[in-house]
């Protein structure tokens, strides 16, 4: 009997090649959302953001489900390249110390590029649909795990405990955020004072640990 064809379609190139123009034309549209908040400010709508483009509204409609779907998006893309800059700047560092620095001072310097587009994303993950997510928290998180993994290797580098990298990784980030929203609202001093501040007030405990191992058989 001769060999049947496999039951396996065959891919689908058109197929292919729809789903890629439709993912590179919703982020051309989410660079659109964008464009429209840098242009008029967080508290744009769909009459903005049309205006701004060019782009009727009942195109962006072909590609997402509606206002909240599209909003939501961009909250994502925009989260998404902070964490990407984020870590990239600690990445960058050799020394402990400067990796501290450097990711602090990326996160604030990104925020306040931008902190209408900020703003917007952090009005609409908030009046978003029930159920969904935090964007900036859930992106946040992917830095915390990755200052974690860093503060840890370190700690075992020096033969340490590395039992506070979680807590000490997402702590930092967590304060970092938080002192940047508020600094964005009540700018009371310039961008390197706070980094520098925020870097003075985590590194004494980030060293207490390597500290006390340095003092314990002299406590013996």
Same mark, same amino acid.
């Given at each position: ?125 908030? &009046? ?59 700018? &009371? ?32």
């Amino acid at each position: 009997m001769a060999n049947q064809e496999s039951s396996e379609p065959l891919p689908d190139g058109r197929r292919d090649r729809w789903r890629a123009h439709r993912e590179a034309r919703r982020a051309d549209l989410i660079g659109a959302v964008i464009t429209a908040v840098g242009e008029r400010g967080p508290d744009v709508g769909m009459d903005d953001i049309s205006a701004v483009s060019g782009v009727a509204k009942p195109v962006f409609y072909r590609y997402f489900a509606d206002k909240t779907d599209l909003f939501l998006a961009v909250g994502r893309a925009v989260a998404e390249d902070l964490v990407q800059t984020v870590m990239a700047a600690i990445d960058s560092r050799e020394e402990p110390r400067e990796k501290l620095e450097a990711g602090i001072e990326a996160y604030v310097a990104t925020v306040e590029a931008k902190p209408d587009l900020y703003r917007f994303v952090a009005a609409h993950q908030a &009046s978003g649909r029930s159920g969904s997510s935090d964007l900036m928290g859930d992106y946040a998180s992917v830095v915390g795990a990755h200052a974690s993994r860093v503060i840890g290797g370190f700690l075992r580098a020096a033969g340490l405990d590395s039992g506070a990298a979680d807590p000490w990784g997402y702590g930092v980030v967590g304060m970092a955020r938080a002192a940047t929203d508020r600094w964005l609202e009540n700018q &009371s001093m310039s961008r390197a004072d706070l980094v520098r501040y925020l870097t003075d007030l985590v590194w004494p405990g980030l060293t207490s640990q390597a500290r006390r191992a340095m003092a314990a058989p002299l406590q013996r």
